[in-house]
């Protein structure tokens, strides 16, 4: 991936090539589409999970909830800072501050959306089979809402310090993604390790093991469970996290598992192409986990009918002649 250098004066311009052969307009125009699409599916199921009261108390649902609001919170900032990098060939803020800013969003939410995932395929298992475990409030604080908190407060905390030590006065480059920076903390052999193992590694086991196991063990228990286990029910939860998941094993686990072979011995260079556009298309995971949400909410088509029945409604009184 090489990087000519061009100087006038003060001002260093760097032209980059990231092995993408997808041009950065063409990119643009992708990740345009894909966002405000995305957007509008985000807000209309988080509608539908904040404002419907069977929807919003479900303890299942409330991981969900706090992902799509990761995902919100992606589409409203690190996605269109990188539409605009891909549109006019540089950052949108010039300034180290920002640089950091993006970097600290860009960690976080990433990596904190795939242990939430993770989490969600193992709660799962609680609340289906020990939902005696959350039977009163102070269980669901301890077993339910503390491991959010935990893990949206871990990200917070563990990247907003290592974002900001920018060791040896490290340049910035405006013209790449990230302009080149990286913290001085992911030099360390013990840090790499430890994140690897606790984000890359145990998510894709939660996530992998956690819904397969999930499905094999409802299918041999169902019939001695059937009584006892509300199926209807559970069925949906099941349902959500096998969409939820799937998602994850498109388009996270295949480089995990990559990665992995890598540090076994597998040449660096086996699988560099595609860890290059796995870097790119990481970003439909956002993208798409609203749709993925979408697809598990009762009801839908009624839902959606009503929404443009009164709009249509709303319409037709402001154009309705005043007496």
Request: glycine share 4%.
């Amino acid at each position: 991936m090489p990087i000519s250098n061009i100087s006038s004066s003060n001002i260093i311009k760097f032209v980059y090539d990231d092995g993408i052969a997808i041009p950065y307009i063409v990119r643009f125009w992708i990740f345009l589409i894909s966002n405000i699409l995305s957007l509008i599916c985000c807000l209309f199921v988080l509608y539908q999970f904040l404002f419907d009261s069977n929807l919003r108390r479900g303890l299942h649902n409330h991981v969900i909830i706090v992902v799509l609001f990761m995902c919100l919170i992606m589409e409203l900032t690190t996605i269109p800072w990188k539409m605009y990098l891909y549109l006019y060939g540089v950052a949108w803020i010039q300034t180290p501050t920002f640089c950091m800013i993006w970097k600290f969003l860009d960690s976080t939410l990433y990596t904190t959306t795939a242990k939430l995932v993770g989490w969600a395929s193992v709660e799962r298992h609680i609340l289906i089979f020990h939902d005696q475990w959350v039977s009163t409030k102070k269980k669901q604080f301890f077993i339910h809402y503390l491991p959010l908190i935990f893990i949206v407060l871990y990200g917070i905390v563990v990247y907003g310090t290592i974002t900001p030590m920018n060791g040896c006065n490290r340049s910035f480059y405006y013209f790449i993604t990230f302009w080149g920076y990286s913290s001085w903390v992911y030099n360390s052999l013990a840090f790499g390790l430890y994140e690897f193992m606790t984000g890359a590694i145990l998510c894709s086991i939660l996530i992998g093991f956690g819904s397969i196991f999930l499905v094999l063990r409802v299918i041999l228990r169902k019939r001695h469970l059937q009584q006892q286990i509300q199926w209807r029910k559970h069925r949906k939860m099941i349902l959500q996290l096998l969409s939820v998941s799937s998602l994850f094993f498109v388009l996270y686990l295949p480089p995990v598992m990559l990665a992995v072979a890598h540090k076994v011995g597998v040449p660096s260079y086996v699988g560099a192409q595609y860890n290059t556009y796995a870097s790119l298309f990481s970003y439909y995971i956002a993208f798409l986990f609203p749709f993925t949400c979408l697809s598990t909410i009762p009801e839908l088509g009624t839902r959606i009918k009503n929404i443009f029945r009164c709009r249509w409604r709303q319409q037709m009184r402001s154009v309705a002649p005043q007496k």
